[in-house]
């Protein structure tokens, strides 16, 4: 009880510095740089939004600190805490361009596959059971596949191809088991699922008529069972056919001739430049992952009366997008350095959609995966994962982290707990970030927590690095924990807690990094 109380007290104490609800008013020059924008060249992007806030009469945000730009930009692009080096070589460095080096150096690290083909599994439904069912192999070599096409940088109109074009077996030729990610195998749950992931749209809102063409392109795809367990053969049915008339959704008719294959018509169709959803979708989704939101939101539910809220910016990207032959690092190199990404989440306008107008970055909590291997990297701990499922049990190794996990059915407490998706529908409203009562006390009051820190082998060493200064210590911690160093004022109340009567320096170790995990700061992206 005694320990509680004094964490309580300590909590209480920080949260009146790191507490994002209170951001507005306290201002915390940790937050905002007193620099201007010091971004590569005029970004088309700050133009067309930053004129659009001026004519709304809306303020934008201060832009952010290097301190919190350096989080930031580690946990949006590779889903980790940056290491305490890399922050202190960060804030050290004083190149005009140190941010957009910084980018283009995690978007080529490993991480950067790992952490966006989290995001594309999702997307894709990557799941070895129900409802799913594409078993523990077919999960594999898919997750594999993902990933190098991110690794290699495989331009996204390729990738999209091999998705919708692709045969063969499920183990083999991975890219087929988009179609068997789909819950059913009848023409409208594929046109459904191919509405979805590459235009954006809900197929289910279509009118029946355009719906029925739809389905036409998808008619012809047949499955095969092998004797190797679970395997599954996708393929064109071989059967004869007559020439099929079909109209494209823009409402173009088509021939499509027998020995077409109406998957790569409706292929060539979908990845030209002309086409009004491709480039539009996919630049809304990668907004919308760096964002929280996309400039049409929600990014998979595009339709004539769901308008974009910046139309120019959108249309600007897609664009950049045909330009660069469909690279995406490019779209991700836009908007990273733009003005706009940089900005505060500290609004400077009263008006109530500032956050939504991306007037100031959007403050969001950290994806279950993200949070628990940043909690397990900061302990030096590990954690466990594993499927009930009998097909059959799977456990992972506890060093696995959590943003590496190919398959969705392999899941623990605290992920589900704290909003992971089930990729069940591939809508991105699976994922829920929002707080719940349950996270907070996990959080504050779970032996789970407590465990990982109290038992943690990695703040042992920094008390040894630290050899007694209390106040190079406390500067560890907030470095690991918060990316940043500690202000005057929190400096002070933590050495103060430090020189507490009968508190040896684990003890006050241990419970500064409770409280800061439990501080907003921590938890959110911001």
């Known amino acids: 009880m005694r320990k509680s109380r004094r964490r309580v007290i300590l909590l209480w104490s920080l949260s009146v510095w790191v507490s994002l609800p209170c951001w507005a008013q306290t201002r915390l020059p940790q937050l905002e740089s007193a620099k201007r924008y010091a971004g590569p060249g005029r970004n088309r992007i700050d133009t067309l939004v930053l004129g659009a806030l001026r004519e709304r009469g809306v303020e934008p945000a201060h832009v952010c600190s290097d301190e919190v730009f350096v989080r930031r930009v580690h946990l949006d692009l590779i889903g980790r805490l940056p290491e305490p080096g890399e922050v202190r070589r960060f804030l050290r460095s004083r190149a005009a361009g140190k941010r957009a080096i910084l980018i283009d150096d995690l978007l080529q690290r490993e991480a950067f596959a790992d952490y966006w083909t989290l ?54 030729v991975p890219p087929v088991n988009f179609y068997r990610a789909v819950q059913g195998q009848e023409p409208a749950a594929i046109a459904s699922a191919v509405a979805l992931t590459f235009m954006g749209t809900r197929f289910d809102r279509w009118p029946e008529s355009q719906q029925r063409n739809m ?104 664009k950049e997008l045909v330009r660069a032959d469909y690279d995406l690092g490019h779209i991700y190199r836009l908007i990273l350095n733009s003005r706009i990404y940089q900005q505060s989440s500290i609004p400077q306008s009263d008006d109530p959609q500032a956050e939504a107008l991306f007037a100031c970055y959007p403050v969001r909590r950290l994806d279950a995966e993200v949070l628990i291997d940043a909690l397990c990297w900061i302990s030096g701990t590990r954690e466990s994962y594993s499927s009930m499922i009998p097909e059959p049990f ?30 069940d529908t591939g809508l991105q409203s699976e994922r829920s970030n929002e707080p719940t ?78 409280a800061l995990i439990n501080t907003k700061e921590f938890l959110y992206r911001h």
């Open 119 to 172: 995001k594309w599994c999702d997307v894709l439904r990557v799941k070895a059971e129900f409802p799913i069912n594409l078993w523990p192999n077919a999960v594999q070599a898919y997750h594999r596949w993902i990933h190098d096409a991110l690794r290699g940088n495989m331009p996204y109109d390729e990738f999209t191809r091999a998705l919708l074009t692709s045969s063969g077996s499920n183990f083999r």
């Open 215 to 318: 389905e036409v392109f998808f008619s012809r795809l047949a499955y095969k069972k092998t004797a190797e367990w679970k395997e599954e053969i996708v393929f064109l049915d071989p059967a004869p056919v007559e020439a099929q008339m079909a109209s494209l959704p823009d409402g173009a008719r088509i021939q499509i001739r027998p020995e077409q294959d109406p998957r790569r018509v409706f292929a060539d169709w979908l990845i030209t430049a002309e086409n009004p959803w491709f480039a539009r979708c996919i630049v809304n989704r990668v907004w919308a992952w760096l964002f929280g939101r996309g400039i049409i939101h929600e990014p998979d539910d595009i339709r004539p009366d769901n308008p974009s809220l910046y139309p120019e910016v959108l249309a600007y990207l897609e």
């Open 394 to 423: 799977s456990f992972i190794p506890e060093e696995h982290p959590s943003i590496e996990l190919a398959d969705g059915s392999i899941t623990s407490q605290f992920l589900e707990m704290f909003g992971r998706p089930t990729r």
């Open 437 to 514: 009562d349950a996270q907070r006390l996990h959080l504050l009051n779970s032996t789970h927590i407590q465990n990982k820190i109290e038992r943690s082998r990695r703040l042992s060493g920094w008390i040894k690095t630290a050899k007694g200064n209390k106040r190079t210590l406390i500067g560890m911690i907030y470095v690991n924990v918060l990316s940043r160093y500690p202000t005057q004022a929190e400096r002070i109340i933590a050495e103060e807690y430090f020189q507490a009567k009968g508190l040896n320096t684990r003890q006050a170790t241990t419970d500064l990094v409770w």
